[in-house]
């Protein structure tokens, strides 16, 4: 028998995963409805949409919901983002794409710095490939602009 003192280690009022689970059943639906190639992927987004805004201050909780048929993430506590919204665009079966509001400057902005990162698509969609690693910062940098955009804009 060991003489160690056992103590119980506070419970963390952090959740284990930063990534809540899809409650809303027409979120669900949609991905369920994309090919399982470009569903992987646009989950890995996702996560990184929820961690981006986990660590950019002034985000806030942010809210899921179906937007143009698509999950789409918005920022109801601060209003300090545009929405974002995932899926495909026709005539590019190997991508994937994060849109943002045409009517923002983010798209120019997101070619201007990533240009040698990702393809686009007009002013609203950022074109991330099926294949291949997912360029995980540079596509944080991108979501940062689109969450704190209303903040940025001066």
Not at 60 to 70: H, N, P, R, T, Y
Not at 111 to 134: N, Y
Request: charged letters at 25%; hydrophobic letters at 35%; a positive charge.
């Amino acid at each position: 028998m060991s003489n160690r003192k056992t103590t119980s280690q506070p419970k963390s009022r952090v959740p284990a995963s930063p990534v809540p689970s899809i409650t809303d059943p027409l979120v669900g639906k949609a991905f369920d409805a994309f090919p399982d190639r470009a569903r992987k992927r646009l989950m890995e987004m996702r996560a990184l949409i929820y961690k981006t805004a986990a660590g950019s201050e002034g985000v806030g909780v942010l809210a899921e919901e179906l937007k143009w048929g698509q999950p789409s993430y918005l920022t109801p506590e601060t209003k300090s983002g545009t929405t974002i919204r995932l899926g495909t665009l026709k005539g590019h079966p190997e991508h994937v794409a994060l849109f943002v509001h045409c009517q923002t400057n983010l798209i120019p902005r997101m070619r201007r710095e990533h240009r040698a990162d990702f393809q686009f698509s007009g002013k609203r969609a950022l074109l991330v490939p099926l294949a291949g690693k997912l360029p995980r910062e540079e596509l944080m940098d991108c979501m940062r602009m689109a969450l704190l955009y209303h903040s940025d804009r001066s």
